[in-house]
């Protein structure tokens, strides 16, 4: 991709709602788990702290009652978690544990490691005591508690997960159900159903009174064409006959020229207007053994001024033998269109036609086409010139509308018409590719 960053596909509905009912559960699984958490421990904490404030309290009272058992530097077992440690002397203090000897009246929690102190420091005249809780136990129990909330989260989120699939199912499948009807749809097709009382039901009622302007207006566009085609053929008819009746009297070789040529401009009308009626119908023309070669030769006759005029010079290098079973006058069609476009946007420069297998391709050495307007030349009223005018300098400016044509006529017969360009380099210039199968 030339370096362009891969776009990401976008979420399905399906995918968006069970994201969004998943990721709300998860939220709020994750806010009550923490919270459970903070709580559980903030109990534990308080609980070992009354515990150690009950205990000193009585210790305090047994040292001031002089209780031998206390009377020592310690450490004296108060069970199986806690111990006392009693120093009345400085000397006293600097044998106590180095975490104890720093620290002042009141409580302390002390961590090293897996291992956590509840600590509470008391002066008793003549010295100080130092009440310790192991909270070690206690700790094991909080983290313990938090595996167990957090696994409880994993696998409620995974139920909310599936459970918003099938949800998301339930709400979206109407909508995949409409979505394949619509995919079945063509102009002309009787109205959907409208079997339920919500918003899927709404949504097929405004289609089909959308369905029913889009057929009113194709069923115009082909009366339309249908109608212009009559009106014209007889004037055609009249310039033809009386061309045919003026080759028959004495004339000079460039007047002789002249109406042949005239006489052939009709029969292209005639054709590309029976073409245009099938285009407007969707159908393919039929299919006679068309001569590449020729072909190229009348699309460009009938642009040849302008393209002279225009700088724009012809290569037709198809060989001239090549012959393919084609709809004669859609090919006159999309390649008299390419003939045009080249005079528009690539003259001055050779436009070279060569057959690629079972198709053309037709290529400039003009200034190329912009990357930014490369996908979009095949759009109705495209122009790539547009796109820095506004204001009353756009009403002037040329709207593509050719390349629209050609490539329509292409999907109606089957082939496909792609562009490739280049806008620097030796390779400058742009590149139709017409394939045929």
């Not at 399905?12 to 699984?29: D, E, I, K, P, S």
């Not at 108060?78 to 111990?83: A, E």
Request: charged letters at 25%; aromatic letters at 6%.
């Amino acid at each position: 991709m030339n370096g362009a960053r891969a776009r990401r596909q976008p979420l399905t509905l399906t995918q968006r709602v069970v994201w969004a009912l998943t990721g709300t559960v998860a939220v709020f699984v994750a806010v009550l788990a923490l919270l459970s958490y903070l709580t559980f421990d903030e109990m534990e904490d308080a609980l070992v702290n009354d515990i150690l404030a009950s205990e000193s309290q009585r210790v305090m009272h047994q040292v001031e009652q002089g209780d031998p058992d206390y009377m020592v530097l310690g450490p004296v077992e108060l069970g199986g978690t806690m111990r006392v440690w009693h120093a009345r002397t400085p000397e006293d203090t600097e044998q106590l544990p180095e975490p104890l000897q720093r620290m002042a009246p009141g409580m302390h929690i002390y961590e090293e490691g897996v291992t956590v102190w509840h600590v509470a420091v008391v002066d008793v005249p003549p010295g100080r005591v130092m009440v310790v809780y192991d909270a070690t136990d206690n700790e094991a129990r909080v983290h313990e508690f938090g595996l167990i909330v957090l696994a409880l989260g994993v696998i409620c989120s995974m139920g909310a997960y599936l459970i918003a699939l099938r949800v998301a199912r339930l709400v979206v499948s109407p909508m995949q159900k409409l979505t394949g009807q619509l995919s079945n749809w063509a102009p002309g097709a009787p109205d959907m159903a409208v079997d339920r009382d919500d918003e899927v039901g709404r949504l097929i009622e405004a289609f089909n009174r959308v369905q029913g302007r889009v057929d009113q207006s194709i069923a115009r566009e082909r009366e339309f064409s249908a109608n212009l085609s009559h009106e014209v053929r007889t004037p055609l008819a009249v310039i033809r006959t009386d061309a045919e009746l003026l080759l028959d009297t004495a004339l000079t070789d460039d007047a002789r020229v002249r109406l042949q040529r005239t006489l052939k401009e009709v029969d292209s009308v005639v054709a590309a207007l029976e073409s245009a009626r099938a285009l407007a119908r969707e159908e393919a023309g039929a299919r006679e053994p068309t001569r590449l070669a020729d072909s190229v030769d009348d699309a460009w006759s009938g642009h040849q001024g302008p393209a002279l005029a225009a700088g724009l010079r012809l290569d037709n290098q198809v060989p001239p033998d090549q012959v393919l079973p084609l709809d004669r006058y859609a090919l006159l069609m999309v390649l008299r269109n390419l003939v045009r476009n080249a005079i528009e946007h690539a003259a001055p420069a050779t436009l070279t036609v060569t057959s690629v297998g079972d198709g053309l391709d037709v290529s400039d050495d003009g200034p190329g086409i912009d990357p930014v307007d490369l996908p979009f030349i095949f759009n109705r009223y495209y122009s790539g010139a547009l796109r820095d005018v506004q204001g009353e300098g756009a009403a002037d400016m040329p709207r593509g509308l050719g390349l629209a044509i050609a490539k329509r006529v292409c999907d109606t017969q089957g082939w496909t018409l792609a562009v490739s360009a280049r806008t620097t380099g030796p390779d400058r210039g742009t590149r139709f590719h017409l394939r045929f199968a």
